[in-house]
T-cell receptor, first 112, second 110 residues
């Protein structure tokens, strides 16, 4: 069981470039979340998908889009990267909102 | 907004000592969870305590929950250098999405 797999692990972008962060889980979970983690800020929710076919904004959605491709996969897209989006991005999956979260290993993104 | 807030922000102890960190929250919850994050890694779930429970144990971990004070504590007994990590609490409020605090950074000196 791989759990939650994120790709890539590291990425450097130039301002204005676009990219997609991939996340896949093999636990048949319904809910998937994208967080960003910045020093001193803890985890902030960007977008989430409570179930296949639905997506909702979290605390900091500006500059991002998401796609719940199927039950396994939930991608995060940066259309025009900005230095303020330099962060570590985590994908997590939950069976439901009351259960524990399973996290991927993170994507460290630097925008220059 | 942060529902759960950990305290202290940083904790430094010697191996063998106990480590206690606290989490306070603002509104009623269904459950509260503690996670550990090693440097450069994703969060790992440690323990979940429901709102009708007062104490829970898992190995060297002891979690308490006081719903009247809206607070929880995580105690790590006989700490080891390998316990060095950041610890986060997360609260679950029914239909609301889970929210995480900013974490406590624990350093255990060998």
């Amino acid at each position: 069981n791989a759990g939650v797999t994120q790709t890539p692990k590291f990425q450097v972008l130039k301002t204005g470039q676009s990219m997609t962060l991939q996340c896949a889980q093999d636990m048949n979970h319904n809910s998937m979340y994208w967080y960003r983690q910045d020093p001193g800020m803890g985890l902030r929710l960007i977008y989430y998908s409570a179930s296949e076919g639905t997506t909702d904004k979290g605390e900091v959605p500006n500059g991002y889009n998401v796609s719940r491709l199927n039950k396994r996969e939930f991608s995060l897209r940066l259309e025009s990267a900005a230095p303020s989006q330099t962060s570590v991005y985590f994908c997590a999956s939950y069976q439901d909102r009351a259960s524990e979260a399973f996290f991927g290993q993170g994507t460290r993104l630097t925008v220059v | 907004s942060q529902q759960g807030e950990e305290d202290p922000q940083a904790l430094s102890i010697q191996e063998g000592e106990n480590a206690t960190m606290n989490c306070s929250y603002k509104t009623s919850i269904n459950n509260l969870q503690w996670y550990r994050q090693n440097s450069g890694r994703g969060l790992v779930h440690l323990i979940l305590i429901r709102s009708n429970e007062r104490e829970k144990h898992s190995g060297r971990l002891r979690v308490t929950l006081d719903t009247s004070k809206k607070s929880s504590s995580l105690l790590i007994t006989a700490s080891r250098a390998a316990d060095t990590a950041s610890y986060f609490c997360a609260t679950n409020r029914g239909s609301y999405i889970p929210t995480f605090g900013r974490g406590t950074s624990l350093i255990v000196h060998p």
